[in-house]
Structures are given as structure tokens and as C-alpha cells.
């Protein structure tokens, strides 16, 4: 049995269908609102920003342009060098408090990281700490204090050795000595977790980003705040090069033997809860001259999760 279909009638059909669709979604609509009404507030107030206003800007450098946050306050110049992977918001929350302290924050996205240019190769840690130079030579400094969390403390431990005359004082938050067993099985991990990594049409790899660092903030004891692991999230995807460049330049980076080269007056920083406190206690038995510098609980995320304290333990030893 066939059926005659006339012209126009597909379009009437599917006119009908839509106008049914649209019933169904107006009706769900009308049960939800009489459920949890809403009222609309016009002109709604604009989210409130907290952090001070900093200069950007960039410089050019080796590999191309490198974005900085510069305080431009007239306290000690301080680079900061971020941890992988996230970019120079990382240190947004610490801003403000070194500013205070007399402390002017200059931050800097490594090459392929936040919105600095990406290296035409495989970086190394060497090649990272390159970009430093240009970036004071960009703001007329001849010298400064040098910073880095983790992946960046590897960074600035090597722009101490490349360039030690344009370093004061460095700051290893985070030092990363390790045997070479635990060597190979980082590279392990990161081609596994990250140079592998599937990105999947349903977007859930970002799902399990997000939720390995929510696990890694609540597992120090802090309420995550989804906000911040969102932004986290977004920094590790939003880069100009594959993600994965931090942790395999970091890994192939040897601390074991630069550590004991370093001249300048140099602090070691950690907290109780980082995964690598124990790395930075080694690297204090190997430079017991060294200053040194231990806040309680935390964990990687630590510069977000006590800002004053970790602003003040190390405004101290620059002022010193």
C-alpha cells in the first residue's frame, strides 16, 4: 500500500512537527518556571575583579614574542616563571601581596605556554630560560630576582647558569632532584597520560583533566574552588603549543647536576602537602647554604591556596 504524497506536504509535516517540538519545550519551559521562578534584573552589576591592574606586554625573544604581566611598581623586580601546565595567571594571586611588600612581580609565559609564541621544536628546560633576557632587556633592567614553581624552578635554576650576571637572587620553589629510576618513569607517565592523549569528539577529555586537578587541590586539604580549576583546565588546553612540552622538558632536565653549580644566593620554598616536598628537603641536604623555607599542609596549588604566607616567606629573603 503506497501513499500519495503531495506537493508541500513534507514542508507542512514538518512544520507540524516543529511547531509540536517547540509546544512540548514551551510547556517544560512554563513547569520549570512554576517550579523555581526566576526574575530577570536588568543591568546586572559586573563581576567583581579583585587583582590589581597589571602592565602587559610583550618582548621579542628567540622563538618569537613572549607575553609578560608586568606590576611596574618600584619594589625589587622579581620573574616569575610558571609551573607547567598553566601560564603566568598562576601567580595572579600574588600579585597584589608583593606589591605590598615592595615586590615588583614581573611574570612571564614560557615559549608555547599562556599566549608566548611556541618554539619551532621539542623545547628543553636550556632553551626556556633564554627567553628571560629579553624580557629585562625589554623593561631597561639590568638584573633581577629569578623565581620558578616546579617545572619553572628548573627554568630559573638554569637561567641562573646560563646568565648569572642579569640574577640576584634565585628562588626554587619546587626543586626537582630525582634518581634516574624515577627519571624513566616520568617520561614514562608523560608519554602515556599526555603525549598520547586522545582528544575525544565528546569532549571528555577535559572532564578528566578538570577532575584530576580538583583531586589534586582537594587532596591538600582545601575546598576546590571550581572556578579556579576551570581556569586551570583551560590554561593546560589554551596554549600555543601542545601542552605536554612542561613536564617532558622538566623530566629530561637534570637538577641533580646544576644544583650544586648554583652561586647565587639562592631559597628553597615548599609546603608539607607538594607531591615533591620530598625533593626539595633532598636538594636542601645537598645545599645546606641554602635558605630555606617550609609552609604547612597545601599542595601543588599552593600559591593560590596561601597566598600571604608564600608572599611573605619569600618578600623576606629578598629583602634580607
Not at 514542508?11 to 519545550?25: F, P, Q
Not at 632587556?137 to 646560563?162: I, N, P, R, Y
Request: glycine share 8%; with cysteine; aromatic share 10%.
Amino acid at each position: 500500500m503506497t501513499t500519495e504524497t503531495r506537493p508541500g506536504q513534507p514542508r507542512r509535516a514538518l512544520g507540524a512537527g516543529a511547531a509540536a517540538v517547540a509546544a512540548l519545550n514551551s510547556s517544560s519551559s512554563r513547569s520549570q518556571d512554576a517550579a523555581t521562578p526566576v526574575t530577570y534584573k536588568p543591568n546586572p552589576p559586573p563581576f567583581r575583579i579583585t587583582l590589581p591592574k597589571m602592565t602587559r606586554g610583550y618582548a621579542n625573544g628567540p622563538y618569537g614574542q613572549i607575553h609578560y604581566q608586568d606590576g611596574a611598581n618600584k619594589g625589587l623586580p622579581l620573574v616569575l616563571i610558571h609551573q607547567a601546565p598553566m601560564s603566568s595567571r598562576q601567580f595572579e594571586s600574588v600579585f597584589k601581596p608583593f606589591m605590598d611588600r615592595g615586590i615588583r612581580p614581573i611574570a612571564v609565559d614560557c615559549p608555547g605556554f599562556g599566549m608566548s609564541d611556541v618554539t619551532t621544536f621539542v623545547p628543553k628546560v636550556e632553551d626556556w630560560a633564554k627567553v628571560v633576557p629579553p624580557v629585562l632587556d625589554h623593561l631597561s633592567l639590568k638584573s633581577a630576582d629569578v623565581l620558578g614553581h616546579h617545572t619553572g624552578a628548573l627554568v630559573a635554576t638554569e637561567v641562573e647558569q646560563q646568565f648569572r650576571a642579569r640574577v640576584r637572587k634565585l628562588v626554587l620553589a619546587g626543586p626537582f632532584p630525582m634518581t634516574e629510576t624515577e627519571r624513566q618513569n616520568f617520561l614514562n607517565g608523560v608519554q602515556r597520560t599526555e603525549i598520547d592523549l586522545v582528544h575525544k569528539p565528546d569532549g571528555s577529555h577535559l572532564t578528566a583533566a578538570f577532575m584530576t586537578r580538583y583531586r589534586m587541590y582537594a587532596n591538600a586539604g582545601t575546598a576546590p574552588d571550581a572556578k579556579l580549576i576551570t581556569r586551570y583546565t583551560a590554561e593546560r588546553f589554551g596554549g600555543l603549543g601542545p601542552f605536554w612540552y612542561g613536564h617532558h622538558a622538566a623530566f629530561l632536565y637534570d637538577h641533580n647536576a646544576t644544583i650544586p653549580r648554583i652561586k647565587r644566593p639562592t631559597l628553597v620554598i615548599t609546603n608539607t602537602g607538594d607531591q615533591i616536598y620530598e625533593n626539595a628537603k633532598a636538594t636542601i641536604k645537598m645545599r645546606p647554604d641554602f635558605a630555606y623555607a617550609e609552609l604547612q599542609g597545601g599542595g601543588v596549588d599552593i600559591i593560590d591556596q596561601q597566598p600571604e604566607a608564600w608572599a611573605e616567606a619569600v618578600a623576606a629573603f629578598l629583602k634580607a
